[in-house]
């Protein structure tokens, strides 16, 4: 890189830690505004993974989909959000922060709009692909605007902030998609994005600064780079969206795609720690006490988004609930921490950052244990109190845990710093799903042979039941064989959904058991020296 690019990016970057013109100084009204608006687009983009979560079935059936093929629709979010989240960092650079998020927003809304004009599955799924992409820029930069544009003692505020678009928003989303659906169409999952995009274009265009676009920047692209990145983690997530449901390496496109991941991601990390100015500067995993945060950060998105997906299944599954059914009881995820965040700020400035958020992933831990004793009456209802748990322990992880991860971090680092933990966060919340969703099919096969071995064991009592469960279909007007072969399928059907129920406990155990790794990583994390 010249002389000259390099004497560009030390400026633009010492613009954006300290030496703004007048109004735009860290901690001003102008960058509160910036901070806020990033948020608001950050809660978009984030609810947006979840919110057609609940109204699948009525997409699929607008657009003439099976179940299988409308999963693409969430997976092409997600691919295109993956492959974003590494790109805003040399691309915000380049372009400004402020040129890029005014774009990137725009280009959402717009994404947005063509998702709710889809004519069928292809032109669905490439109009997701393209708001993921533009949606991803907006969850790094969020975390950015609050590193750069905040003074140390309100980081504390704006990583409050930023924890409620992580975890508020999914925790609404299926309950505001299930609503809007029900009371309007689906079409509404994608108008609503347009008047808080259109909010968020202004408060972003008061509150940062014009600069220049440095082309020497642009120019000067790791085209290799972002050709194995977006190669390598575009397959990496396709194979964890869609390995379960197509039999992991029993298929042969699963075998492909892993093979193409792996050598790609290899490849990606072999050119980053080679160039001088890499798309993303992965030696920041060299430092050690980043390296552990973005061990929590992976854990951290594991237990979120394996909770989001798994309780939606078990209730549905086990219980038949219907979406809005499914969201009234997420949201006592959501709702419950909007109370205890405003609190933790002040606790940042008098307790050790670690040790709040070690407490915030034992809640969790205990919140998914809470989970792991399922019987089959175990619902809704019974499912609040650990969601409380959940959600009171979240705020002591999200606000310490982004201060702890970047305290050793030097201020031009931010933008590579925010690109990692937001990766692995998101890679966590992939493997998070596809870890659950794989141990949940085999644990109930494994469950429901146990089940079927044991039965000779206790069959007095199976007959007894048998000859219970036909003699009610015989009262209820079926014939003696009907009703005997109603009551073996009605057996069948409660011996599988105990087999599911046992299945699920023990994904809720190896989760809890998992978050205690991240307790000792926080704690292991060293304190600053100042």
Not at 71 to 85: K, P
Not at 215 to 240: F, H, P, Q, R, Y
Not at 386 to 407: C, D, E, H, K, N
Not at 409 to 421: G, M, R, Y
Request: charged share 15%; aromatic share 10%; with cysteine.
């Amino acid at each position: 890189m010249s002389a000259i690019a390099n004497a560009e990016v030390n400026r633009d970057v010492s613009l954006s830690t300290e030496a703004r013109p007048q109004g735009y100084e860290r901690g001003s009204r102008r960058a509160w505004i910036a901070v806020i608006g990033g948020l608001i687009g950050a809660f978009m983009a984030i609810l947006d993974i979840q919110i057609t979560n609940a109204s699948m079935k009525e997409i699929q059936g607008s657009l003439g989909a099976t179940l299988e093929e409308g999963s693409w629709i969430a997976t092409a979010y997600l691919v295109a959000e993956m492959i974003a989240i590494p790109l805003s960092g040399w691309l915000s650079q380049g372009l400004s922060v402020r040129r890029y998020l005014l774009w990137t927003t725009s280009a959402f809304i717009f994404a947005s709009l063509l998702c709710s004009i889809s004519w069928n599955l292809e032109s669905m799924i490439a109009f997701r692909a393209m708001q993921g992409f533009f949606g991803g820029a907006l969850i790094p930069l969020a975390f950015r605007l609050i590193l750069e544009f905040l003074p140390d003692e309100k980081r504390a505020v704006g990583m409050a902030l930023f924890g409620i678009t992580a975890t508020f928003a999914p925790s609404i989303g299926p309950t505001l998609g299930g609503w809007l659906t029900e009371q309007f169409s689906w079409h509404y999952l994608f108008y609503i994005n347009v008047p808080p995009g259109l909010i968020v274009m202004a408060m972003l265009a008061y509150g940062l600064e014009r600069k220049p676009v440095i082309w020497e920047k642009l120019k000067n692209v790791d085209l290799s780079g972002i050709v194995t990145m977006a190669i390598g983690m575009g397959c990496l997530e396709v194979v964890l969206e869609e390995g379960n449901r197509k039999d992991w390496f029993g298929s042969e496109l699963i075998q492909y795609l892993s093979i193409i991941a792996v050598i790609n991601i290899a490849l990606f990390i072999y050119i980053q720690l080679k160039k001088s100015e890499p798309l993303v500067n992965l030696r920041l995993l060299g430092q050690r006490d980043f390296a552990i945060s973005t061990v929590a950060y992976f854990l951290l998105g594991m237990a979120l988004f394996g909770a989001i997906y798994m309780i939606p299944l078990y209730l549905s599954q086990i219980h038949d609930y219907s979406p809005l059914e499914i969201g009234e009881v997420i949201m006592w995820m959501g709702f419950p921490q909007l109370l205890v965040l405003p609190l933790v700020p002040k606790l940042v400035e008098r307790f050790d950052g670690r040790y709040l958020a070690a407490f915030g992933f034992l809640m969790f831990s205990l919140s998914y244990y809470m989970n792991s004793h399922m019987t089959a009456d175990y619902a809704g209802e019974q499912m609040i109190a650990s969601q409380i748990v959940r959600a009171l322990g979240q705020p002591f992880i999200l606000v310490p845990i982004g201060i702890i991860a970047t305290m050793h971090i030097k201020p031009h680092e931010n933008a590579s710093a925010s690109t990692v933990l937001n990766v692995m966060r998101n890679l966590g919340g992939a493997f998070g799903i596809a870890l659950v969703s794989t141990l949940t099919d085999n644990l109930s096969r494994e469950h429901l042979a146990h089940i079927k071995e044991t039965l000779p064991a206790v069959s007095p009592i199976a007959n007894d039941y048998l000859m219970q469960t036909a003699n009610v279909f015989t009262q209820a007007g079926s014939d003696p064989v009907t009703a005997a072969a109603q009551a073996n399928a009605l057996l069948g059907q409660t011996m599988t959904q105990q087999a599911y129920i046992s299945a699920y406990n023990d994904v809720f155990f190896i989760i809890s058991c998992l978050l205690l790794i991240a307790v000792v990583a926080v704690l292991s994390i060293r304190k600053r020296s100042d």
